[in-house]
C-alpha cells in the first residue's frame, strides 16, 4: 500500500513525501481510513510505530474541510501527552506534516515560563499539544479555554495513568465539548486503560498493531548475568567496542542515572544525564547532544525518556532491568524505530532476578544469555529470595580489564539473530538451559 491509497489532500502528500514517507506504517494504513470517516478510535502501538502521523494527518485533513481563521486560546485540536519531550515531538510533527495546510500549532509544557507559550496562544492557534499540568494551569488563568475543541488525542494514555495524570486528565475532558472526534493511544492495555478508554471515547474502531506488549521483533535481546558491582566495569567493556554508536542506557534512579553519567565521563566516553531533576533548558540541550551526535551516550530514567525519539539509536542498556515489566518495551523501543534494526543489553543481578522473570512472562519469550568476562552465575540463579535489596555497594570500579571485543555483530546475519529471539522459547537446549552468546569472542 502506498499513501496514495489513503486519499489524502494534496498539501499533506506534499510534505510526506519530503520526508521521504511512502509507504504508511500498519498503524497508519489502518487507522487513517476510520479516522477520515469521523471515527472515534483506540490505538494499541508501541513507540517507534508511527502513530503520531497516523493522528496528524487526518485530523489536519478533516479540519481542512471547513476553515476558519484561529482565535485565541480557543483550539479546535487538543492533543495531550504526558512528558514535555513527547509533546515538543508532537509539536514538531504538526510542523513537519501541515508543512502545507495553512493551520497553526503550538506546544505548551511545564518547566519553561509560560509567557512565550501565552503569546503564542494569543495569535490564535488551531491545534494545541500540551502536557496536562500547564495546561490546566494556563485554563485556570484565563489563557485557554476548551468549549472549540473538535479533535482531542490522549495519547500514551498508559504513561499518563503511570504518571499520575489521571484526575487531570479527567478534569480536562470535562471541560471538552460533547460532540468531538477523540482518539485514544496506548502502547499497553490494561483493565484501568481500557476503563478510561471507555469513558472518552464513543464508539471507537479499535486498531492494534502488534499483539499487545510483545517486544519489537526487530530487536535483538541478551541478558548479562552480572553482579550489581560489576556492572560499570561490564558498561565499560562494551562501550568500547566500536559497535555501539549511539547508546541510550536506562537506569532505575536519578541519582543512577548521574552516576552513571559521570563514571563514563571520567572514562572518557561522552554521556549525558536527562531526568526529572534537571531543568527543561538542560534536557533540550543534551537530547540535542546525542540526537547531533556529540553525545554517544544518554542516561536516563523511564519518565524522562518517555517520548524520546532519536533515530539510529544502535543499542539500548538497561543498566538496571525495571521494576515494572511494561516499561522494559517501551525502553526498548527507543532503538529499531520505524523498522530499523537494534539491539537491547540488559544487566541482571541477583536482586533483579524476580524483574526478569515478570519481563520474560509480559513479552513471552526467554532473553538470549550473553556469556561474558563478568558474568556471575550467582545473579543467574538467583531465586525469588535474593530478589530483596542487595547491600549497596557503590564502590566505583577500575578500569575493566576484560577480553570483551565485539558485539552480536560480528560478521553474523541478522536475521539468523532475529530468528533466534523470535523463537527463543522453543529454542531451549537438551539440558533445559537457557541459549547463550558468547560475548568475549571479538
Ligand atoms: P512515532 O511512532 O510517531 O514516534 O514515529 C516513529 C518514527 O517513524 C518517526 O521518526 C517518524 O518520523 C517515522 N515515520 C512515521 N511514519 C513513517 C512512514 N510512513 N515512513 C517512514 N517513517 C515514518
Redesign the pocket.
Given at each position: 500500500m502506498s499513501?496514495d491509497n489513503l486519499s489524502l489532500i494534496y498539501q499533506l502528500q506534499r510534505a510526506?513525501s519530503e520526508?521521504?514517507?511512502?509507504?504508511?506504517?500498519p498503524i497508519?494504513a489502518q487507522s487513517i481510513p476510520h479516522l477520515l470517516n469521523g471515527r472515534d478510535l483506540i490505538g494499541i502501538?508501541q513507540?517507534?510505530?508511527?502513530?503520531?502521523?497516523?493522528f496528524i494527518l487526518p485530523i489536519l485533513q478533516n479540519m481542512s474541510g471547513s476553515y476558519s481563521k484561529p482565535r485565541p486560546g480557543s483550539p479546535r485540536v487538543l492533543v495531550l501527552a504526558p512528558t514535555r519531550e513527547l509533546a515538543a515531538?508532537i509539536g514538531d510533527?504538526f510542523a513537519t506534516y501541515g508543512k502545507y495546510t495553512r493551520f497553526k500549532h503550538t506546544v505548551i509544557f511545564g518547566g519553561v515560563g509560560q509567557n512565550p507559550q501565552v503569546r503564542s496562544l494569543s495569535k490564535g492557534v488551531d491545534s494545541l499539544v500540551a502536557t496536562p499540568g500547564r495546561l490546566l494551569d494556563l485554563i485556570d488563568q484565563g489563557h485557554i479555554e476548551l468549549s472549540s475543541v473538535e479533535y482531542f488525542v490522549l495519547d500514551e494514555a498508559d504513561r499518563m495513568l503511570d504518571m499520575g495524570f489521571i484526575n487531570d486528565v479527567h478534569k480536562i475532558v470535562s471541560m471538552l465539548p460533547k460532540k468531538r472526534q477523540s482518539l485514544f493511544f496506548s502502547a499497553t492495555m490494561s483493565q484501568e486503560i481500557s476503563e478510561l478508554a471507555g469513558k472518552l471515547l464513543s464508539n471507537p474502531e479499535k486498531v492494534e498493531v502488534t499483539p499487545q506488549a510483545t517486544t519489537v521483533e526487530l530487536i535483538d535481546q541478551f541478558i548479562f548475568f552480572v553482579d550489581s558491582e560489576k556492572k560499570n566495569q561490564l558498561l565499560l567493556q562494551l562501550l568500547r567496542s566500536n559497535h555501539l554508536d549511539c547508546v541510550l542506557i536506562f537506569t532505575r534512579t536519578k541519582h543512577r542515572a548521574n552516576k552513571v553519567t559521570e563514571m563514563l565521563n571520567k572514562n572518557r566516553i561522552s554521556a549525558g544525564a536527562i531526568h526529572g531533576n534537571k531543568s527543561q533548558t538542560h534536557r533540550t540541550k543534551t537530547l540535542q547532544n546525542f540526537r547531533s551526535n556529540h553525545l554517544r551516550v544518554l542516561v536516563a530514567t523511564d519518565i524522562a525518556a518517555r517520548g524520546i525519539?532519536v533515530?539510529n539509536i544502535s543499542h539500548v542498556i538497561n543498566y538496571d532491568l525495571p521494576n515494572i515489566s511494561e516499561s522494559y518495551v517501551h525502553r526498548i523501543g527507543r532503538t529499531a524505530?520505524?523498522?530499523a534494526e537494534g539491539t537491547a543489553f540488559s544487566f541482571c543481578a541477583a536482586d533483579e532476578r524476580d524483574f526478569l522473570r515478570d519481563i520474560e512472562k509480559l513479552i513471552r519469550m526467554e532473553l538470549e544469555v550473553a556469556e561474558h568476562h563478568y558474568h556471575s552465575e550467582k545473579a543467574r540463579n538467583a531465586t525469588g529470595d535474593a530478589a530483596r535489596p542487595a547491600p549497596r555497594q557503590q564502590k566505583r570500579q577500575k578500569r575493566g580489564s576484560g577480553k570483551y571485543k565485539g558485539t552480536n555483530k560480528g560478521g553474523k546475519s541478522r536475521d539468523s539473530s532475529r530468528n533466534k529471539n523470535q523463537n527463543k522459547m522453543k529454542n531451549r537446549n537438551k539440558s533445559g538451559r537457557k541459549r547463550t552468546k558468547n560475548f568475549d569472542r571479538p
Open positions: 499513501f510526506l520526508e521521504g514517507y511512502t509507504t504508511p506504517t497508519q502501538a513507540t517507534g510505530t508511527g502513530k503520531t502521523a497516523a515531538q510533527s525519539d533515530e524505530r520505524a523498522g
